[in-house]
């Protein structure tokens, strides 16, 4: 509590624009201690979390296509929505880092959304100077940070920058593949490799694994761009971190919605057909009873293809 205390009186001025952080301290009466701070207030927002759940976004996408927006999400969440919504977060969090803070306990449901704007809350958890953030939240927390031996991440190294970037990209994962990057279920053949499903992130045993059942209702990865889907790989597997990871995962971003943002747009009118028509059907979302893909060349490549080369999206060859 003390710390707390002086961490407030410390706290940084002129972060970004998009971070809801204290403004004014509220003292007692003898202005020794502080009783709490006042906040801009942020009206009509939702949780990025909103943005990462299939059955609501295929809600709001059907709402928007029969003309009855949603009265708490007034925008359809279409992907180039999303697109710009994580690039102007990409903004803000390099602007914090800039100014030499963490956000540390990095979460979708810090992230408040208007629009495509994004804004940073519960800022008197952020790291900076002598003052570290000692909160996780186990989904979005670094491995790299946590005991390897353990049974589920738990936080016991500081945040750094690249830990923001790490839970920056699990965020844009879910987003846009509507799974998280250890989601599905883990069946290894062998019966001595089995882990607990909280413990999968420590061995890096991801969704993209061979052995892991990747959920139905998730948008397949294969509808991604060859580069971004390497990032997310990169980064959850092989534990890519630093700066070139940051401008690959940027430059893919920033050129997904041209080559993507058809695809998933079909995707989620294909999904409210069978939400409408075929309602005990919909937790299928269209997969065949063999797991395969079924029609998936309708959005925009056939099912083993269709992933961009780094030359595709404007680049050069790596």
């Not at 250890?182 to 061995?203: M, T």
């Not at 052995?211 to 534990?239: N, S, T």
């Not at 925009?300 to 595709?312: K, L, S």
């Amino acid at each position: 509590m003390a710390l707390h205390q002086q961490k407030l009186r410390q706290f940084p001025q002129s972060l970004p624009e998009r971070v809801i952080s204290p403004q004014a301290l509220v003292m007692n009466q003898n202005g020794q201690r502080i009783l709490g701070y006042t906040m801009p207030l942020l009206t009509h927002a939702e949780v990025l979390l909103r943005y990462c759940d299939l059955r609501r976004r295929v809600k709001d996408h059907c709402r928007r296509q029969v003309g009855r927006p949603s009265r708490k999400f007034q925008q359809a969440a279409d992907t180039q929505a999303v697109v710009d919504l994580f690039l102007d977060l990409h903004e803000t969090v390099s602007k914090l880092h800039f100014a030499d803070v963490v956000i540390g306990d990095f979460n979708d449901l810090n992230i408040l959304v208007q629009g495509t704007q994004a804004f940073v809350i519960d800022a008197d958890s952020f790291q900076f100077g002598s003052f570290p953030c000692s909160v996780f939240t186990a989904r979005f927390v670094d491995p790299l940070l946590c005991d390897p031996q353990g049974t589920q991440p738990i936080l016991c190294r500081p945040y750094c920058w690249e830990s923001d970037w790490y839970a920056f990209t699990v965020m844009l994962m879910q987003a846009l593949l509507f799974v998280n990057p250890y989601g599905g279920v883990y069946k290894p053949s062998d019966p001595a490799q089995r882990l607990p499903q909280a413990a999968r992130p420590l061995h890096r045993v991801t969704v993209f694994h061979p052995q892991v059942r990747y959920p139905k209702p998730a948008l397949p990865c294969d509808r991604l761009p060859k580069p971004l889907l390497d990032h997310f790989r990169q980064v959850f597997e092989q534990d890519w971190r630093g700066v070139s990871a940051i401008a690959i995962g940027k430059f893919a971003l920033a050129h997904l919605s041209v080559l993507w943002g058809g695809a998933c747009s079909l995707y989620l009118s294909k999904l409210c057909e069978i939400r409408g028509n075929r309602p005990t059907d919909s937790a299928r979302f269209g997969s065949s009873d063999n797991g395969s893909a079924n029609g998936w060349s309708d959005f925009g490549g056939d099912v083993n293809g269709g992933a961009a080369t780094v030359a595709d999206l404007g680049g050069g060859t790596v």
